[in-house]
C-alpha cells in the first residue's frame, strides 16, 4: 500500500531545540494522533510536512515531494493550524466566495450544508465569531475542498466538549472514505483514543513510538508497587518509571506478562495520557 504520506529523517534545528531524525508514514484510511508535551515539535513537524519551514529529511505526500504537487493535488489536503486565519472584516459568504476561487475543487453545497448544520451565520462578521465558531469555520472550511488527507494541528483545542464531539464526527465521516486520512495533534489525549487508528508521540523532538491504538490499548500497562519490586521486571518490558512519594509507578510493554510474573505487583491497563505522562515526566529505561 502507498503511504499518503512519508517522513524519512526530518531533521529541524532551532536555537535550543532539534527535531531529530523523524520517520512516519500514514496509509489511506488511517487516522494518526500525534501527541507529545508543549514544545515537542509537532507543529515545526507539521509545517515541514506543508512546506512551510525548510528543513532536511524527506517529506512526500501522495508519493510527491511538496513543491512537485499540482494545484490539484494541494487542492486535496485540508489544513487547519492553530487557531482561525480568516479575517476579522469578512462575512462566511465572503470567505466562501474566495475559498471557491482558490479550491479547483471547491465543494460550495457541502461549506453551506456544514455552516448550516454547525450553527455558523453566513452574514455574520468573523470578529463577531467565538473561539469555537470560528474553529468551527476553519475545520468546515478545510472538509469542503475535496481533500484526500487532512492536517490538523490541535484542531479541538479551545472548544467545549459538546463541540468537540461535533467536530470529531465530522472526521469520522471523512474517514469512512477508505482513501482518507488524518493527521491530528492534540493535547486532549481522550479525543485521540476516540478517533485514532495509530498512536505517534514524540518528545523532546524524538520519535518515542507511533503505533496502533489498540497495541497501546491492549497491551501497554502501569505497573503500581515498590520500586525495587518494579526494577526487577526485565528492561524489555519496563519502559518508564516515576518515583512517587510512597509507592513508584512504572509503564510497561506487555502487561499481561509482566502482572503474571510479577504477582504482587498492580498492573493495569494503561490510558494515553499516562502512558504521555509516564514518558514524560519518568526515567526512561
Ligand atoms: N521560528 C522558530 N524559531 C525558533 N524556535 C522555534 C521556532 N518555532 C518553534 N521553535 C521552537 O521549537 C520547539 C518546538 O516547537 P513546536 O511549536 O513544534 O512544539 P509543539 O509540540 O507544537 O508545542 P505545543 O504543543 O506547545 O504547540 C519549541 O522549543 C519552540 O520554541
Redesign the pocket.
Known sequence: MDAILSIEHLHKQ????E?NDLCLQLNPGEVMGFI????????????SILGL?RHDGEVRIFGKPFEQLSERERGQIGVVL?GCHFHDPLTVKRVEQILSGIYPEWERTKFLQLCERFGLPLNKKIKTFSTGMKMKLSIIAALSHNARLLIL??PTSGLDPIVRDEMLDLFYDFIQDETHSILF?S?ITTDIEKIADRVTF?HQ?RLQFSLPKDVLHDEYGIVKGARSEIEKIDSDSLLAIVPQSLTCQGLVRNREEVRQAFGKLNVEAATLEEIMLCMVKGELR
Open positions: 532551532y536555537s535550543g531545540f527535531l507529545g508535551e508543549n514544545g515537542a515539535g509537532k507543529t515545526t513537524t507539521i509545517k519551514i492553530d494541528d490541535e495533534s493535547h514524540i523532538g
